[in-house]
């Protein structure tokens, strides 16, 4: 049996805990953990135009985009950045923290809001 060291068994269980929750809680920890760590991993280049169907999903963590985006490239965006392309296009659909199976569809200037309330918290 191959054991892990309590490091790697925490960042597992982080993963696997985060992947299992509802989505509802999911968005919670997306919107904490991007103002605190600064950073967004989205599924769409943000020096491009936005998709077609205009859907951005977006992560708090490299670690959750990889495990979802295998088959497409994710990038990754200074959270102020992010607010800013929100602002933006604030009618875009963002879909929060999708794990392949569910997530949380929320216009842009929502999402916006409740970053900038945590962005505020930690700054």
Request: glycine content about 2%; overall charge negative; some cysteine.
């Amino acid at each position: 049996m191959n054991k892990q060291n309590p490091k790697e068994q925490s960042a597992y269980n982080k993963f696997d805990g985060l992947m299992n929750a509802a989505p509802h809680k999911r968005y919670k920890s997306f919107a904490v953990t991007v103002a605190d760590w600064e950073s967004v991993w989205l599924d769409c280049d943000p020096n491009q135009p936005l998709p077609d169907e205009g859907v951005i999903s977006v992560w708090p963590e490299e670690m959750f985009a990889a495990a979802v985006c295998t088959d497409k490239p994710f990038f990754k965006m200074d959270v102020h950045d992010f607010c800013d392309l929100l602002e933006a296009h604030p009618d875009a659909t963002i879909r929060v923290f999708p794990n392949g199976k569910n997530w949380t569809d929320t216009a842009a200037e929502d999402l916006l809001e409740d970053m900038l309330e945590e962005l505020d918290r930690v700054e």
